[in-house]
């Protein structure tokens, strides 16, 4: 499957983004997909999942409550919707695709390229 992302940008603290996942190739349902960020000089970190039917979500700690992750298989799409952004919350954000995991980016099989996204104070 091949992941294409966008929608990131430059916003204020306290503001908002939806980044989205486009998907092609192989049956997009069939997979588990996966937001993670990356910032300079820090690994990969999850951020946000959605099971194959979109049944069940999962975040992370720090974006619980403020990032609701969706995804819509007869478009192949996940997005991304967050709020009330923190400049922490800057980085390059990747969407994944899996079949063995939820949190584990090195389980993911497939990524799109990136967007970023920055908070300024």
């Known amino acids: 499957v091949q992941l294409q992302a966008s929608g990131g940008g430059l916003v204020q603290a306290g503001g908002s983004l939806t980044p989205a996942c486009a998907a092609s190739g192989q049956s997009f349902s069939t997979f588990i997909m996966g937001w993670f960020r990356q910032s300079p000089g820090k690994e990969r970190e999850f951020v946000a999942a959605?099971?194959?039917?979109?049944?069940?979500?999962y975040y992370a700690d720090s974006v619980k409550g403020r990032f609701v992750i969706s995804r819509d298989n007869a478009k192949n799409t996940v997005h991304l919707q967050m709020i009330r952004l923190k400049p922490e919350d800057t980085a390059i954000y990747y969407c994944?695709?899996?079949?063995?995991?939820?949190?584990?980016?090195?389980?993911?099989?497939?990524w799109g390229q990136g967007t970023q996204v920055t908070v300024s104070s």
């Open positions: 959605i099971s194959q039917s979109g049944a069940s979500t």
């Open positions: 994944g695709a899996t079949q063995r995991a939820i949190r584990i980016n090195t389980l993911y099989d497939y």
